[in-house]
């Protein structure tokens, strides 16, 4: 029988958001449950604090994403499903429609974003005055290779 893991807020390493701004102007951001790091099979799970003005992660669906300022490819599961909920702050949810189209809903803290399998390109946006505070998390875990 395994024990649990705990991570201390002093061990989760905070980094710059990779895909806006350059050195933390988007915010920042840490993956804190990711193999080989725990040992998982299927959990993946990060924090995030995006400024005013930036998103948390670019616009994307979940199949291949290349962010070459971080000299990452991100190759998501067929199955992969993801979560954003806002601990605090304000924004805006945004997708595109079948049809190219840009549709949105306003979120808040407590607010909890679901993206299933097969979801149309999406991103969040923070659209407010402070800064968001979010977690988020995904399944199955995502293949990462480093360029």
């Not at 070459?68 to 067929?78: F, N, R, T």
């Not at 304000?90 to 949105?104: A, F, T």
Request: with cysteine.
């Amino acid at each position: 029988m395994k024990k649990p893991t705990i991570i201390k807020k002093k061990d989760i390493q905070m980094v710059p958001i990779p895909f806006g701004g350059k050195g933390g102007d988007a915010g920042m951001w840490s993956m804190v449950i990711d193999s080989p790091a725990v040992d998982t099979k299927g959990v993946l799970f990060g924090t995030a604090e995006v400024n005013p003005g930036y998103a948390a992660h670019r616009w994307h669906s979940h199949t291949i994403d290349k962010i070459d300022a971080a000299g990452l490819e991100i190759v998501y599961s067929k199955n992969f499903e993801e979560f954003y909920y806002i601990v605090s702050g304000s924004g805006v949810c945004q997708w595109e429609s079948k049809d190219g189209k840009i549709e949105e809903a306003p979120v808040t803290a407590g607010d909890v974003m679901f993206f299933p399998r097969g979801v149309m390109k999406h991103q969040l946006l923070n659209n407010g005055s402070e800064k968001i505070v979010m977690v988020w998390g995904g399944s199955p875990l995502n293949t990462i290779v480093k360029k």
